[in-house]
């Protein structure tokens, strides 16, 4: 019942194909505040949660370096599972996470990731509609202050799961695997840090090649004192329009804070039931649909340019744009995608084996920066029809 489930407590809350029965956290007050609003019960452990015959499915999004383990658990009670992204943190985890979803007849879904954004997914049927040729290359751009928002010790700790790479590069991975068509046979990158008192890489550039012959170039900061929003109408990365950062207001947060435990806590006060948690934010509804940055697709015949409210679509038979409703709830694309597999047993585009192909890039992205290489040696990459 962190930052993850605040971000998704609106979809929640709206779409009625979801019924809340249960939550976990060993946080109390985000227990108190839970069994406060919904009027079910709370535990502190996951084993007793799971345990409750009304549970159909959990949503987990504890950090990344639990993900393995409460996957595991969940997927033994039987539980259909929805875990954040990253998938986990290492290659080895992902394999056994998808084994015992596997085992447990369960289906096991990684998300939400910006490649589930509606832009994106229309944006890949003009693709898939072979309208402008095959795509040859994406650009993808995302300059952000994640590094000065409060976190846990561990999020500044590139070995522990912490950095842009696990956290940023697992949405950036997604939307140009979910474009390009999966299949990543090249990754060369440089991932840097610059600032000595947040630990962690905080920026990015990456070039993947993809088997289809495209390419993507990825570019990542999380030092911003620009905020890339501006080049997307204003509109924030959860929809919400004039949302443009403050560099110095989210910097001049973190001043005062002597060591890690203050910051982690400072992160959790701000969270669901904590001391600056503040309720509104879930009831109110995002005005425009979600993005993660500016993001330009070359087609042979067309660059089109998914945005909050539509597609911009520039071709040689002019300039075009496509709009796209706004959106009724929030993140609905990842209930359906859910729900569909869930209930329908239809298969899951963002399934185990295919967060396992965006992990083993991140992970790709990091070895290519360390040793200055490019690194072809990937072996869990999922193909995609585009
Ligand atoms: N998709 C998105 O937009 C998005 C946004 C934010 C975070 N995330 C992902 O969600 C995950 C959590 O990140 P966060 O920023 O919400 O972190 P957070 O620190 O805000 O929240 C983590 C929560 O997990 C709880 N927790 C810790 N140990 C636990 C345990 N053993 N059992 C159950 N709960 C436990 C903590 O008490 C806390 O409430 C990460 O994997 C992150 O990448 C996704």
Request: proline share 4%.
């Amino acid at each position: 019942m962190g930052r993850a489930f605040t971000l998704m407590l609106p979809t929640f809350l709206k779409d009625s194909r979801i019924q809340i029965k249960a939550a976990t956290d060993p946080n109390v007050q985000a227990c108190e505040q839970f069994e406060k609003d919904f009027g079910v019960k709370a535990s502190l452990s996951l084993e007793e949660m799971c345990a409750n015959a009304l549970v159909d499915a959990v949503y987990i999004a504890s950090p990344h370096q639990l993900h393995a383990e409460h996957v595991q658990v969940a997927a033994r009670f039987g539980k259909h599972v929805w875990v954040e992204k990253p998938m986990a943190i290492t290659i080895d985890e992902c394999l056994q996470m998808i084994e015992v979803c596997r085992h447990a007849q369960v289906q096991l879904m990684v998300g939400h990731s910006h490649a589930f954004d509606l832009p994106v997914l229309k944006t890949r049927e003009l693709i898939r509609s072979k309208r402008y040729g095959q795509v040859k290359m994406v650009t993808a751009i995302n300059f952000t202050d994640f590094l000065y928002r409060p976190r846990r010790a561990e999020e500044l700790i590139t070995r522990l799961g912490g950095g842009v790479v696990f956290s940023q590069g697992a949405h950036q991975v997604d939307v140009v695997r979910m474009l390009c068509g999966g299949d990543v046979c090249g990754v060369s990158a440089n991932a840097v840090s610059w600032d000595p008192k947040r630990g962690s890489e905080g920026a990015y550039n990456a070039l993947l090649k993809f088997h289809s012959g495209a390419q993507a170039s990825l570019t990542y900061s999380g030092y911003a004192h620009f905020d890339s929003n501006l080049w997307m109408d204003g509109v924030g990365e959860l929809g919400a329009e004039d949302s443009i950062f403050n560099p110095a207001q989210t910097r001049h947060r973190l001043r005062g804070i002597e060591d890690a435990g203050q910051e982690a806590q400072l992160k959790s006060a701000r969270n669901y039931g904590g001391s600056q948690w503040n309720n509104v934010q879930a009831q109110s509804s995002p005005i425009q649909h979600q993005h993660f940055g500016p993001l330009v697709v070359s087609c042979e015949g067309a660059d089109l340019r998914p945005t909050p409210k539509g597609i911009f679509i520039d071709s040689d038979h002019g300039h075009e744009f496509m709009e796209i409703d706004a959106p009724l709830i929030p993140r609905q694309e990842v209930v359906d995608e859910f729900y569909a597999a869930v209930v329908n047993g239809q298969a899951l585009s963002h399934d185990g084996a295919w967060a396992l192909g965006t992990l083993e890039v991140c992970l790709a992205i990091l070895k290519s920066s360390e040793t200055q290489s490019t690194i072809h040696q990937l072996s869990h990459q999922t193909e995609l029809q585009i």
